[in-house]
C-alpha cells in the first residue's frame, strides 16, 4: 500500500529524517514510534504532502506520490488526522464530517447556487453517509454541536470521522491518543481497530502510548534520531536492545 | 436554505412589491434604489470576507468596472443593457482572476493591502483614461427590458430589489450546500482543508470572482440608473463604506450584508444635521461595531432571538 | 536636462523622506506588535496640521509648537492603543484591520471637524534663498526635510539596537510571551510603540507642511506609500524602509515629472504589488522571512 524509500529530510543543521525506508503492508494496522524528536511528525508530513523530503521517494497504491500536493495525494485516497486538532471550529460537528465528503462529491457554485436536482440529491446522500459515520463513532448525538465546543477525545474522534468521510484506502493517525485517559485511550484502540478489520482501511498510526501501540498493531518501525533502527512484529519490538536503549538509554546509565 | 430563510426572504419579496406603490416620495424610491444595490455588493463582500475570510479593500474596483464597461458597451457599442451588464460582469470576472492568482497567496494585512492597491489602481486608470476623465461621462441608457426603457423608478426598485433576492436565494441555497461548506472550512483551517483534498487556491479564486461578479452587477445598476457617473464614485472610500456596512450588519451572514448596507445607505439621511461630522460619524460607527458589536447586528439579534426560544421551548 | 533631473530628484527625495519616516513608522509598531497601522498616515497630517495650529492660531514660539504638536500626536497615539487596540487583541486579523482603518476614519473626520478641508501651511524653519545646484532651485526646507529624516533615522536605529529599551520591544513581536517572562511590560511596550511611531509620523508632518501644505485627507495616500516603502524594504526592518520611501518618492517624482503627473500615485501602487506579489520579504529580506507573510 505504502512504500517509504531512502527518504532524507534537512532542516538547518538538523537531519530529521535519515535515509528511511519501510513499508506499511495493504490493510495492516502499523505503527512508527520512535522518541521525541526521532521524526515522526516529519516522516506524516512528508508522505501527507505537507513536506516534500530533500531525498527519496515515495509510493502510495504503486504510485509515486514525492512531490504531489496534500490536496492531491488526498484525492488518491491518503487521509491524515493531526496532532494538534485541525477541525474546523466554527462549523458543527455534522457540518466537519460534510466536508470530509467533499471530494466524494461534485455540486459546484453554480449548480450549488441555482439547486439543480443532482444538488438536493447529493446532498441527502452525504448527509446520510455522514450520519452514519457520527454513528460509528459515537458522536450522532452532538451532529449540531459546534465542533470547537467538544472535549479533547471526541474532536478526536471527529478528526478520525472526518477523514473516514473521505472514503480513504490509508489512514494516518498522528498521535491520536495525546491527552487523552486510560479509558478514552481504550476506546480509540477499539475503533481504530474497527476501522482496519471492518472497514479494512489500512492505518498507520505514530504514537507515544506504547500500550496502545502493542496492543493493536500488527507491524511496528521505530525511529530514533532520523534514522529507522528496527521493523517488524511487536512482540520482536518490544525485546530489540536498539529500540530499549533509544527509549531507556544506556544500561549502565538506566535507574 | 433553512425554512427560517425562507419566510424572510418572503417577507421581503412582498415588501419590495408593495411599497414602491405606497409612497410617492421619489426620495425614498431613490434611497430603496442605492441600498438595494449597495445591497447587492455587501453580499458578495459578506461571502468573500465571512465565509471565506478573505479580505477586500478593493470592491470599488470591481464596481466601477461593471458601472463604466456596462455604460460604455451600451452608450458606444449599442449593446442591449442586459447584455452590456453581462459583458461587464465577465470582464470583472477576468479582472478578479488576474488579481487573484498572485494576491490570494498573500495573507491578512498583505492581502488587504494588496486589494486596495487594486482598487486604487483602478480608480486611477478610470481617472486618466475613462471616457471623460475625473468628469466622467452621462448619457448612459436606462435599464430596459424588451426594448422598453425603464424611467419610472419604481420599475428600476423592482428590478434591483428583484436581481438583489435572486441573488440572496442563489448565495444561500450555495452557501448551504457544498461550496459554503467548504468556503467556511477555508476560514477554519487551510491546513485541513488540503488534507481532505480541497483545492484551496481554486476556492479562493473562484469566490473572489463571486464578490466581483456581484460588485460588477451593482455597479452596471448603478451606471444606468444614474445615467452619469464620474471616478469619484468608485474611490477607497466606498471600499471603506462596503466594508462598514459588512461589518456593522454582520459578515458571518448574507442577511448581515444586506442589513448593513440599508443601514448605511439610509445615514446620510439621518446624517443632515451634522454636516461636517459625517465622516467622523462614519469612522465612530464602524469603531464602535467592532469594538461592541463584533459579530454584527444580523447575527446579535438572531442569537438572542434563538436563546429567547430556547428558553421558552427549555 | 540635468538641471530638470535635479529638480525631479531631490523633490523626489524630500517626499520619499515623509514616505520613509511613514514607513519606519509601521515597522515600529509591527517590531513590537504584529500589528500594521493602517492609521500611520493620520498621524503625519495630524503632525502638520497641529503645527500650524500652535505655531499660526496660537501663536506660539517655534519650538514650543513643535514640541506641543509632537506630544499631541503620542498623545492622540495613546488614546488609540488604549481605546482601541488593547480591548481587541483578539489576533483576529480581520478585525485588527479594520479598527486601524476605523480609527483612520474616526482622526479624518476630527481634523475636517476641526480644520475643514482647506490646505494648510507655514512658513519654512528657516529664511533664506534657495540653493541652486546646476540650475536646478531647491528651497533651504528640503535640507531641513532630509536632515531631520536623517536624524531621525539614526535616532531610531540607536534606539533599538542600542538600548535595552529598544531591543525589549522588538523583543514582544518575537514572542510575547517569552518577553513576558522574563519581565518585559509587553502591553507598555506596545503602548510605547505606538506614541514612538505617531511622534515619528508627526515629525514628518511638521516638516513636510511648508513645501507641500498639509489637507486632512492626505493619510490614506501616505498611510499606503508608507507602507509600501516598509514591506519594500521588508517589514520590520527600519533602514528598507528608509531605502523603499526614497525610492518611491524618487519613482513618483519622475514619473510626474517626465511623464503624466496624474500617474503619480500610481507608481507607489504599482511597486506596492509588484512587491506583494513577487518578493513579499522585501528587498533585503530573506526568504525565510517569506514565510512570515502568513499569520
Redesign the interface.
Do not use: Q, W
Given at each position: 500500500m505504502l512504500d517509504v524509500r531512502n527518504i532524507t529530510k534537512v532542516f538547518g543543521g538538523v537531519r530529521a529524517l535519515d535515509d528511511v525506508s519501510f513499508s506499511v503492508a495493504d490493510k495492516s494496522l502499523s505503527a512508527l514510534i520512535g522518541p521525541n524528536g526521532a521524526g515522526k511528525t516529519t516522516m506524516m508530513n512528508i508522505i501527507s504532502g505537507m513536506l516534500f523530503p530533500d531525498q527519496g521517494s515515495i509510493s502510495f497504491k504503486g504510485a509515486v506520490i514525492t512531490g504531489l500536493s496534500s490536496a492531491s495525494i488526498a484525492r488518491m485516497g491518503l487521509s491524515r488526522t493531526f496532532q494538534h486538532i485541525e477541525l474546523f471550529g466554527e462549523m458543527t460537528v455534522l457540518e466537519n464530517i460534510l466536508v470530509g465528503r467533499y471530494i466524494k462529491s461534485r455540486s459546484g457554485f453554480l449548480a450549488a447556487g441555482l439547486r439543480l436536482p443532482f444538488v438536493r440529491s447529493e446532498e441527502k446522500e452525504n448527509c446520510a453517509k455522514s450520519l452514519e459515520i457520527l454513528a460509528s463513532i459515537g458522536l450522532e448525538g452532538k451532529k449540531d454541536e459546534l465542533a470547537s465546543n467538544l472535549p479533547l477525545g471526541e474532536q478526536r474522534m471527529l478528526e478520525i470521522g472526518r477523514a473516514l468521510a473521505t472514503e480513504p484506502s490509508l489512514l494516518l493517525l498522528d498521535e491520536p491518543a495525546a491527552g487523552l485517559n486510560i479509558r478514552e485511550t481504550r476506546d480509540l484502540g477499539k475503533m481504530i481497530v474497527r476501522l482496519n478489520t471492518e472497514r479494512e482501511i489500512t492505518i498507520l498510526l505514530v504514537e507515544h502510548d506504547m500500550d496502545l501501540v502493542m496492543r493493536i498493531s500488527t507491524a511496528i518501525t521505530v525511529l530514533n534520531f532520523g534514522q529507522k533502527i528496527a521493523s517488524g512484529k511487536p512482540a520482536d519490538i518490544q525485546r530489540n536492545r536498539d529500540v530499549i536503549t533509544a527509549y531507556l538509554g544506556e544500561e549502565d546509565t538506566a535507574c | 436554505m433553512t425554512k427560517g430563510h425562507s419566510i424572510a426572504l418572503l417577507i421581503l419579496a412582498a415588501m419590495v412589491c408593495t411599497l414602491p406603490n405606497m409612497t410617492d416620495d421619489s426620495y425614498f424610491i431613490t434611497l430603496m434604489i442605492f441600498s438595494g444595490i449597495n445591497a447587492i455588493v455587501a453580499i458578495g463582500l459578506c461571502i468573500l470576507?465571512g465565509s471565506a475570510?478573505q479580505?477586500s479593500?478593493g470592491q470599488a474596483g470591481f464596481y466601477g468596472i461593471g458601472a463604466y464597461a456596462s455604460s460604455v458597451l451600451s452608450q458606444s457599442f449599442g449593446l442591449p443593457v442586459a447584455a452590456s451588464m453581462i459583458c461587464a460582469a465577465v470582464i470583472s470576472a477576468g479582472a478578479a482572476v488576474i488579481l487573484a492568482v498572485?494576491?490570494l497567496?498573500?495573507?491578512?494585512?498583505?492581502l488587504?493591502?494588496?486589494t486596495?492597491?487594486?482598487g486604487?489602481?483602478i480608480h486611477?486608470?478610470l481617472?486618466?483614461f475613462g471616457p471623460g476623465g475625473p468628469s466622467g461621462f452621462g448619457d448612459i441608457p436606462a435599464l430596459s427590458a424588451g426594448g422598453f426603457a425603464m424611467t419610472d423608478p419604481a420599475h428600476v426598485a423592482w428590478v434591483v430589489w428583484g436581481i438583489l433576492l435572486l441573488l440572496m436565494v442563489?448565495?444561500l441555497?450555495?452557501l448551504n450546500?457544498?461550496?459554503?461548506?467548504?468556503l467556511?472550512?477555508l476560514?477554519?483551517?487551510e491546513?485541513?482543508?488540503?488534507?481532505?483534498?480541497?483545492?484551496?487556491v481554486s476556492l479562493k479564486i473562484?469566490v473572489f470572482v463571486?464578490s466581483a461578479v456581484y460588485a460588477s452587477i451593482a455597479g452596471s445598476l448603478y451606471a444606468h440608473y444614474v445615467s452619469f457617473i464620474s471616478p469619484s464614485s468608485f474611490s477607497?472610500f466606498h471600499s471603506?463604506l462596503l466594508?462598514m456596512m459588512v461589518?456593522l450588519g454582520g459578515?458571518t451572514t448574507v442577511w448581515g450584508g444586506l442589513v448593513g448596507a440599508v443601514i448605511i445607505t439610509l445615514l446620510p439621511e439621518t446624517l443632515k444635521a451634522f454636516q461636517?461630522?459625517?465622516?467622523?460619524?462614519?469612522?465612530?460607527i464602524?469603531?464602535l461595531s467592532?469594538?461592541f458589536l463584533?459579530r454584527g447586528i444580523v447575527p446579535i439579534v438572531t442569537g438572542k432571538i434563538h436563546s429567547l426560544l430556547e428558553r421558552r421551548n427549555a | 536636462m540635468l538641471t530638470v533631473f535635479l529638480q525631479f530628484l531631490f523633490s523626489g527625495l524630500t517626499v520619499g523622506s515623509v514616505y520613509a519616516l511613514v514607513g519606519m513608522g509601521f515597522n515600529i509598531i509591527y517590531n513590537a506588535t504584529s500589528i500594521i497601522n493602517l492609521a500611520q498616515g493620520e498621524f503625519v497630517v495630524i503632525g502638520g496640521l497641529l503645527m500650524w495650529f500652535f505655531l499660526e492660531s496660537c501663536k506660539l514660539p517655534f519650538l514650543v509648537a513643535v514640541a506641543l504638536t509632537i506630544l499631541s500626536a503620542g498623545l492622540v497615539a495613546l488614546i488609540m492603543e488604549r481605546l482601541t487596540i488593547r480591548p481587541l487583541k483578539t489576533h483576529d486579523l480581520l478585525v485588527m484591520i479594520m479598527v486601524t482603518i476605523a480609527v483612520s476614519i474616526v482622526m479624518r473626520g476630527l481634523l475636517m471637524f476641526k480644520f475643514g478641508k482647506d490646505p494648510y501651511s507655514f512658513a519654512a524653519f528657516t529664511e533664506g534663498d534657495p540653493l541652486v545646484i546646476c540650475g536646478a532651485v531647491i528651497p533651504l526646507q528640503t535640507l531641513w526635510v532630509l536632515g531631520i529624516t536623517g536624524t531621525c533615522i539614526l535616532a531610531l536605529y540607536a534606539f533599538f539596537n542600542l538600548t535595552m529599551a529598544g531591543k525589549a520591544m522588538r523583543a514582544c513581536s518575537f514572542d510575547p510571551i517569552a518577553a513576558s517572562l522574563v519581565g518585559i511590560p509587553v502591553s507598555r511596550m506596545i503602548m510605547f510603540s505606538f506614541i514612538l511611531s505617531a511622534m515619528v509620523g508627526a515629525v514628518g508632518g511638521i516638516a513636510i507642511t511648508p513645501i507641500s501644505l498639509m489637507e486632512y485627507d492626505k493619510g490614506p495616500m501616505l498611510a499606503v506609500k508608507g507602507f509600501c516603502a516598509a514591506i519594500m524594504g521588508g517589514l520590520g526592518r527600519g533602514r528598507g524602509a528608509v531605502v523603499g520611501g526614497l525610492t518611491i518618492g524618487i519613482l513618483e517624482s519622475m514619473t510626474a515629472g517626465y511623464l503624466h503627473s496624474g500617474l503619480k500615485d500610481a507608481v507607489a501602487l504599482l511597486i506596492l504589488l509588484a512587491v506583494l506579489f513577487f518578493r513579499p520579504a522585501g528587498l533585503f529580506g530573506s526568504a525565510s522571512m517569506q514565510r512570515l507573510k502568513g499569520h
Open positions: - | 470576507m475570510g479580505v479593500l498572485p494576491a497567496r498573500l495573507k491578512g494585512h498583505y488587504a493591502v494588496a486596495l492597491g487594486f486604487e489602481i486611477i486608470i481617472n486618466e442563489f448565495s441555497n450555495m450546500a457544498r461550496p459554503g461548506r467548504a467556511r472550512a476560514h477554519g483551517s491546513t485541513a482543508c488540503n488534507a481532505m483534498g480541497l483545492n484551496v473562484k463571486l477607497l471603506v466594508l461589518v459578515i461636517e461630522l459625517d465622516v467622523l460619524v462614519y469612522g465612530l464602524l469603531t467592532l469594538l463584533r | -
